[in-house]
T-cell receptor, first 114, second 112 residues
């Protein structure tokens, strides 16, 4: 079985400042890793995913994440946040073949302060 | 946006009543999933389907059943709703493997 830990439930940051949202995972098999964003009262939208290859993954809206196998981490970063980035962010892992569902972290609420 | 609809979008019901939530897709994707979202828990997998009439349990399947008689429809049934099943329910679809899961808009269910 796999698990995901998002180390911060809330992250406040000022507009135009950089941000990092932390995610650690555990799994006994190889994994695929995902970051999803959820805006208020909406469904989840994929930001980016790591399947294999380059450990630095670029996604939508200027976000990127780095896969670190030795530290079992997949932290999400953005160099300069905007007020519209205020949302809930979820890290998720899919193990093995990948078709039997995602295991999510509990989420990080990103709060952008003007 | 992936063609996924969920119905109803909101529902209030009483303890002990049966409830069925519907997920409909127009993408012809093989895999469909039901998750529930609760504060402090993120999303947790209830059941999933890997084809017509092929389903399997997820992490929190107790009290829920599913059916898939057509590729496009995946039904989630609460046979006798309890207050602990008050939640937001999301359907997702994918082609499987490493493919992205695309999520529907969600159904907010309140069990009184």
């Amino acid at each position: 079985a796999q698990s995901v830990t998002q180390l911060d439930s809330q992250v406040p940051v000022f507009e135009e400042a950089p941000v990092e949202l932390r995610c650690n995972y555990s799994s006994s098999v190889s994994v695929y890793l995902f970051w999803y964003v959820q805006y208020p009262n909406q469904g989840l939208q994929l930001l980016l995913k790591y399947l294999s290859g380059s450990t630095l993954v670029k996604g939508i809206n200027g976000f990127e994440a780095e896969f670190n196998k030795s530290q079992t981490s997949f932290h999400l970063r953005k160099p300069s946040v905007h007020i519209s980035d205020t949302a809930e962010y979820f890290c998720a892992v899919s193990a093995g073949g990948g078709a039997d569902g995602l295991t999510f972290g509990k989420g990080t609420h990103l709060i952008i302060q003007p | 946006d992936a063609g996924i609809t969920q119905s109803p979008r909101h529902k209030v019901t009483e303890t002990g009543t049966p409830v069925t939530l519907r997920c409909h897709q127009t993408e012809n994707h093989r895999y469909m999933y039901w998750y529930r979202q609760d504060p402090g828990h993120g999303l947790r997998l209830i059941h999933y389907s890997y084809g017509v009439k092929d389903t399997d349990k997820g992490e929190v399947s107790d009290g829920y059943s599913v059916s898939r008689s057509k590729t496009e429809d995946f039904l989630l049934t609460l046979e006798s709703a309890t207050s602990s099943q008050t939640s937001v329910y999301f359907c997702a679809i994918s082609t499987g493997g490493a493919d992205t899961q695309y999520f529907g808009p969600g159904t907010r269910l309140t069990v009184l």
